[in-house]
């Protein structure tokens, strides 16, 4: 297998993901700021043009990052991070949807239309004036989970899929104009716990 990796959050979801569970690919750089990937022969592998990309080993292509984390998990049970059990299984999906709809959405599109406009504006549809309501749908989402959560990370006992998604995003926001706010001790003390990780060290 192959995996097709960009800076960003998304990739680095992946990789974290396979830093978890000690999988080592070949890897292939594709320049994001130089639009490589919006240009032949990328859209080839992603018609969407979007990073990451997994190429199996019969020459096919999967995108989208749950998908690529859920072959992964299939492929390589150990160390489970989406779940043994029908259950766990369900609570990690129903939490990595959260984390995507209520913060990653938002707090990308935020960027986009926002700070990342420059890069964006003439590679997809952007809206300007929508970044400072999609970053405040961001902090709404985050003060939610901080409302929720119990703890030590966000599907109660186990690490997952859902901690390596809200973190790569709420990482990649630092820099980018949406840190997470202190005022949220909770997230920020598992943030912490998250960043301690050797896969957080080794993603970035």
Do not use: H
Request: charged letters at 25%.
């Amino acid at each position: 297998m192959k995996l097709f990796k960009s800076i960003g959050p998304n990739p680095r979801v992946v990789m974290m993901f396979m830093a978890e569970k000690g999988l080592a690919l070949e890897m292939v750089d594709i320049d994001l700021r130089g639009g490589e990937n919006r240009a032949a022969p990328y859209l080839k592998v992603n018609p969407a043009g979007q990073t990451p990309a997994l190429e199996l080993d019969d020459g096919s292509f999967l995108t989208e990052v749950t998908a690529i984390c859920e072959y992964m998990e299939e492929g390589m049970a150990q160390p489970p991070l989406i779940g043994v059990t029908p259950e766990e299984r369900a609570q990690t999906r129903m939490w990595t949807r959260r984390v995507d709809l209520k913060v990653c959405e938002p707090m990308a599109n935020g960027f986009r239309f926002g700070e990342g406009l420059p890069m964006f504006k003439d590679r997809m549809r952007c809206l300007p004036d929508a970044s400072p309501g999609l970053k405040a749908i961001a902090r709404d989402g985050l003060d939610w989970m901080e409302s929720q959560f119990q703890g030590p990370w966000l599907v109660g006992s186990r690490f997952t899929l859902a901690d390596i998604l809200l973190f790569s995003f709420l990482d990649f926001g630092a820099v980018v104009g949406q840190p997470l706010d202190p005022k949220l001790p909770k997230l920020n003390d598992w943030f912490a716990r998250v960043k301690a990780r050797p896969s957080a060290a080794a993603s970035a």
